[in-house]
């Protein structure tokens, strides 16, 4: 089983602020990386796919990048919805995800 | 439009079974793989069982043996069908269309 391991697992931040999220692979995924977002209570929303392709709908201030093991998701400004639960899921062998980043106000 | 929605959720002793529904809309649900995640109170998220378009399901290890993931192309449905629970099967189960939609979520609780 491929295991993912997210960091940091809190990041307390202010609206308008970068954030920085981390995701690493036991072994290599090349570019079979998502990410999503969830909210108490609410299913997740995919955000990326393939490691920096956003989903549908999806605003240009979510970006991500990465191959192999290492990946990084990146919210360049941050807004007041985006204070949210994020995991990143592999898909190159089944499917797993890690343990989430929680985003939280500062 | 897609939609999902999960039913059968709720409450069971251990050992007991149940059975989840997931009826679609917006689309076949043979045309397309589907899956079942997990998430239990607090938690993270688990894959759970998958069923391509071939209609063959696939399971996590965890739930292997106990868990049966079927489909009715003509109710436009799928089903996981659960037995032999555990206290550890306690979670909201989501089923999603190609991890672009998602239903609701439906709670299922094992516990005496």
């Known amino acids: 089983e491929i295991v993912l391991t997210q960091s940091p697992a809190t990041l307390s931040l202010s609206p308008g602020e970068r954030a920085t999220l981390s995701c690493r692979a036991s072994?290599?995924?090349?570019?079979?990386l998502a990410w999503y977002q969830q909210k108490p209570g609410l299913a997740p929303r995919l955000l990326i796919y393939?490691?920096?392709k956003r989903a549908p709908g999806i605003p240009a201030r979510f970006s991500g990048s990465g191959s192999g093991t290492d990946f990084t998701l990146t919210i360049s400004s941050l807004e007041p919805e985006d204070f949210a639960v994020y995991y990143c899921?592999?898909?190159?062998?089944?499917?797993?995800f890690g343990r989430g980043t929680k985003v939280e106000i500062k | 439009e897609v939609q999902l929605v999960e039913t059968g959720g709720g409450l069971i002793q251990p050992g007991g079974s149940l059975r989840l529904s997931c009826a679609a809309s917006?689309?076949?649900?043979?045309?397309?793989?589907m899956s079942w995640v997990r998430q239990a109170p607090g938690r993270g998220l688990e894959w759970v069982s998958v069923?391509?378009?071939?209609?063959?399901?696939y399971y996590a290890d965890s739930v292997k043996g106990r868990f049966t993931l079927s489909r009715d192309n003509t109710n436009n449905t799928m089903y996981l069908q659960m037995n032999s629970l555990r206290v550890e099967d306690t979670a909201v189960y989501y089923c999603?269309?190609?991890?672009?939609?998602w239903g609701q979520g439906a709670l299922v609780t094992v516990s005496s």
């Open positions: 917006g689309f076949t649900v043979s045309s397309t793989y």
């Open positions: 393939d490691a920096s």
């Open positions: 999603t269309k190609d991890w672009v939609s």
């Open positions: 899921q592999q898909r190159s062998n089944w499917w797993t």
């Open positions: 069923i391509f378009s071939g209609g063959r399901p």
């Open positions: 072994q290599s995924v090349s570019s079979s």
